[in-house]
């Protein structure tokens, strides 16, 4: 069974920095993309963040590049999402997910997705 499991939300000041987990079973984690998507109250989900597990390519949306960081350890089927210098408007439900073909950002593309962590930054 596939099982994506993202956990590390929670609430945090603005400035504040959080690391995120996707702890990832079922499938052969090397031959897939994990991504990082969030969905706020009211929009659409939209891309953060991409990591190749084969070969540690990684992918940033602007919105987030320089605060936020996208890790793997292969050896725990775990990729990582640190964010640092937390801005309100990143508050969203974060979602991770697994693209065996593609990499990048388009959530279409992806096959398996993990249930989600909130992030709440106030002000």
């Known amino acids: 069974e596939v099982q994506l499991q993202a956990s590390g939300g929670g609430l945090v000041q603005a400035g504040g920095s959080l690391r995120l987990s996707c702890a990832a079973s079922?499938?052969?984690?090397?031959?897939?993309?994990i991504g990082w998507f969030r969905q706020a109250p009211g929009k659409e989900r939209e891309g953060v963040s991409c990591?190749?597990?084969?070969?540690?390519?990684?992918y940033y949306a602007d919105s987030v590049k320089g605060r936020f960081t996208v890790s793997s350890d292969n050896a725990k089927n775990t990729v990582y999402l640190q964010m640092n210098s937390l801005k309100p408007e990143d508050t969203a439900v974060y979602y991770c997910?697994?693209?065996?073909?593609?990499?990048?950002?388009?959530?279409?593309?992806?096959?398996?997705w993990g249930q989600g962590t909130q992030v709440t930054v106030s002000s």
């Open positions: 997910a697994a693209d065996r073909y593609g990499y990048g950002l388009d959530l279409n593309t992806y096959d398996y």
């Open positions: 990591i190749s597990s084969s070969d540690g390519s990684t």
């Open positions: 079922g499938f052969t984690f090397d031959d897939y993309a």
